[in-house]
């Protein structure tokens, strides 16, 4: 794993603990933004947040954090700087950190706003969710980028007007040079992530992934085909190359009994009818071409959605006061199915940050943990027996069944 997940790690540990809008933005103001460490500056994941933190920097620069761990201060201060970091540069470190392929196809993540002119970035606000308030903060510290966990423009904008608050807020971004960046769904997905870290909150247990990440590579076709000598395998090799695709195409050759060679070839999409076409024309009536299409590789440890099965397994009443611990908060919401108590055992837990109607759907668990509660009727018609949790404002619901 990245060095750097630690940092998102614990900026998401953050956001999960914060209700309130205004209150979770949090500032990472500091000049000038290191470009000599990229991944190494990233320091481990933190324990308990501070409600106010300033600190000064040996080369006499600043960071302030609000709401935040003393750790973040030593995000970017591991290492002395050389050179200013662009959009650019820091864009590229969080697609290491999580790569936006992991998010969920409907959600709308990356970069939402990008400036006219490009300057360094010296500024970082970090925040649950863009609002005007968190904007005003945002401009106030002449920020240069906004990372918003939840992504402000998420439908199509047919038009640009300042009545809608949306809208309102990217004029104001794109007015002040601020660009807004949103990981949303990939930041769930990834490994060490959101749901990761939500479900270490039971305890510790053996977790795996509920709905499989699959790798960004574009769909992969096997073709097989036989040539009956080298000099054939070597034309038809240099005629494949040449397609206009513009693909490099793998192969393997494997020495036949009869003298030719049985050949398999890995083909991307865009090459696969230049391929055939190619193939099809050295194809003699002895000879046969296969199409077999492959399936993206799975990604292990990413994905949406949790399921952990406990070293040991706890009440229903130490679980709730965990996850209290856990996400810093004073009281939860529970709704105790019928049959169950406080006292009842949780052997099994399954998460999903958002609201998991169709990652939980069908999971056997002992404790459901999801992150709203606008979109569970799905999962309480599946599971009548479910106990519910509900904490921050619609923000995180916990269900033992």
């Not at 945002?138 to 980028?145: G, K, P």
């Not at 085909?225 to 190359?241: K, P, V």
Request: aromatic share 6%; with cysteine.
């Amino acid at each position: 794993m990245l060095t750097g997940y630690s940092f998102f790690r614990s900026v998401l540990s953050f956001t999960c603990k914060r209700s309130c809008q205004e209150s979770i933005s949090q500032t990472l103001a500091r000049s000038p933004f290191s470009t000599y460490s990229k991944l190494s500056a990233f320091p481990s994941f933190y324990t308990t947040p501070s409600h106010s933190y300033s600190w000064c920097c040996p080369f006499s620069t600043s960071l302030h954090l609000r709401h935040c761990s003393p750790l973040l201060c030593s995000l970017f201060h591991s290492s002395r700087p050389t050179t200013l970091m662009d959009l650019k540069d820091v864009l590229e470190i969080l697609e290491q950190l999580a790569p936006l392929s992991l998010a969920e196809s409907w959600d709308n993540v990356g970069l939402l706003v990008e400036p006219i002119k490009g300057r360094p970035i010296r500024t970082i606000l970090l925040t649950n969710d863009l609002t005007d308030s968190v904007m005003s903060e945002a401009e106030a510290m002449n920020c240069d980028l906004i990372i918003s966990y939840h992504p402000p423009l998420f439908r199509p904008i047919k038009r640009l007007v300042s009545k809608d608050w949306k809208q309102r807020l990217a004029i104001r971004a794109i007015t002040a040079g601020i660009a807004v960046f949103s990981p949303h769904t990939a930041w769930d997905s990834v490994k060490g992530g959101v749901n990761d870290w939500l479900v270490g909150g039971v305890g510790s247990g053996k977790v795996s992934v509920l709905s499989q990440a699959l790798g960004s590579a574009p769909q992969i076709h096997q073709l097989e085909f036989t040539a009956r000598s080298q000099e054939e395998l070597n034309t038809i090799m240099a005629e494949l190359q040449g397609t206009k695709s513009g693909v490099s195409l793998q192969h393997n050759a494997v020495r036949s009994e009869s003298g030719g060679y049985l050949v398999t070839l890995l083909c991307p999409d865009l090459a696969l009818t230049p391929s055939v076409q190619t193939l099809l024309r050295h194809a003699a009536p002895s000879q046969s071409l296969s199409i077999l299409q492959t399936q993206k590789p799975p990604l292990p440890g990413h994905g949406q959605g949790r399921l952990s099965v406990l070293d040991e397994s706890i009440t229903v009443a130490t679980a709730i006061q965990r996850m209290k611990s856990h996400l810093g908060l004073n009281h939860l919401r529970l709704a105790l199915g019928t049959q169950r108590n406080l006292e009842s055992t949780v052997s099994t837990v399954a998460v999903c940050a958002g609201s998991g109607g169709s990652v939980l759907n069908g999971v056997k668990a002992d404790l459901y943990i999801t992150g709203e509660t606008n979109n569970v009727g799905p999962l309480l018609t599946w599971a009548k027996k479910w106990a519910g949790v509900k904490t921050f404002d619609k923000r995180q619901i916990v269900m033992a069944r």
